[in-house]
């Protein structure tokens, strides 16, 4: 199939990325990088099977983060112990344990600083993080539990402005949502209960780039920058998404397998091992890994507000829109600014109307949309906004 256009981006039905769990067992019965420190989930004793096997499985964390450039090992041993030389033995000897895990020497060192009073002698671990890459996305809004990470059992919470790297997990836990400003100017809503693997992203000559993004779980919302001529954006799940400058689309990946594909605006194609074919704005369409594309249905149109249309209440107002034909539920969303990039609390609700649970109190920016009985999510409302001053 010829384009012309600049932008060809893709979403790949095909084989199925390996099942993410968390690790067998917790040597160390937990393991996070915060600030600087390797934060495990008990005491770790200076020696001792225990130990040895917790450096292991920390060196296994450090060998899949290419940004910790060092890691000191500090054994901190009661005064007596530590003056007589023992101190900086056991500390070597738990950096060679992690030296024949795999690290390179050059990165691991030892020292024996003095104890804390009244606290029982015990490791603990330092790191210095430098990245040897560039960044290749930011974080741009997130509210709720976001996490990144090299590995599954590795995701340790992000915040706005952290950046993120070639191969990282992003995760977005159920009442979550994030926005991530890529390299090359894109932008992805990452929704609630979501999972990306943020691949490459190259910038070359003539405004060309290459933009890569695995969707394992749930969705996102993207918005492409501009590209040069030959540019490439890559979503894939369990199939293949190709569009043209300025494409804003929708992704989801299902636990069935099924890849669900919303164009708000310009022409993406679907692609899958039995046929392929384009959605431009407006249309929607689904695959099965092994089965051609179903033809393309119109989205839902965006549903027209009724009220609040502004205003200051006591108390949260009841909200309510007019009906869409062929809308089975309708989502609510309202958040604290009209970007809806983060901080979005998301309601379903079966009627045009919608009491807003709990108490609240501030400016709140709400909007509709609407979804058909098979999930394909329409167009958003317009944006309105109330003020509640109990």
């Not at 024996?112 to 603990?124: C, I, K, R, S, Y």
């Not at 390299?183 to 003539?206: K, W």
Request: aromatic letters at 6%; charged letters at 25%; hydrophobic letters at 45%.
């Amino acid at each position: 199939m010829k384009r012309t256009a600049p932008w060809v981006m893709a979403l790949v039905l095909g084989a199925t990325s390996p099942a993410l769990a968390a690790g067998a067992g917790e040597p160390c019965g937990g393991l996070r990088f915060e600030n600087g420190r390797v934060e495990t989930g008990r005491p770790l004793a200076p020696k001792g099977p225990e130990t040895e096997a917790c450096l292991k499985h920390v060196a296994e964390a450090l060998k899949a983060r290419p940004a910790i450039r060092s890691i000191t090992v500090a054994a901190r041993l009661p005064d007596v112990e530590r003056l007589e030389g023992q101190g900086l033995a056991v500390a070597k000897a738990a950096a060679e344990v992690l030296v024949a895990a795999g690290l390179p020497r050059t990165r691991v060192s030892a020292v024996a600083p003095p104890a804390v009073p009244g606290e029982p002698g015990q490791l603990q671990l330092a790191f210095i993080e430098r990245p040897s890459q560039p960044a290749v996305a930011r974080v741009r809004a997130a509210s709720g539990d976001v996490s990144a990470g090299p590995a599954p059992a590795e995701l340790r919470p992000r915040a706005t402005g952290d950046a993120l790297y070639a191969g990282e997990l992003f995760h977005t836990g159920a009442e979550a949502r994030a926005e991530l400003l890529l390299a090359d100017g894109s932008t992805v809503q990452v929704m609630e209960g979501s999972l990306v693997r943020v691949g490459a992203v190259e910038l070359m000559a003539n405004l060309r780039r290459k933009v890569q993004l695995e969707l394992l779980r749930g969705t996102v919302e993207t918005a492409a920058a501009p590209g040069g001529e030959g540019s490439l954006f890559e979503v894939r799940t369990r199939g293949a998404v190709a569009g043209v400058r300025g494409t804003h689309f929708r992704v989801s990946a299902q636990d069935d397998g099924m890849s669900r594909l919303e164009t708000l605006e310009g022409k993406v194609a679907l692609i899958g091992k039995k046929g392929d074919l384009d959605v431009v704005g407006g249309y929607g369409s689904r695959a099965m890994p092994d089965s051609e594309p179903e033809p393309v249905r119109p989205l839902l149109v965006a549903p027209t507000l009724a009220d609040p249309r502004g205003g200051t209440f006591r108390a949260a107002p009841k909200l309510s829109w007019w009906t869409v034909t062929g809308a089975k539920t309708y989502r609510v969303e309202l958040a604290r600014t009209a970007d809806f990039a983060a901080g979005v609390q998301t309601y379903v609700s079966p009627a045009t109307e919608l009491e807003v649970p709990g108490s609240r109190e501030g400016k709140w920016f709400w909007r509709v949309l609407a979804v058909d009985a098979d999930g394909f999510v329409g167009f958003p409302s317009k944006i309105f906004a109330f003020d509640v001053r109990p």
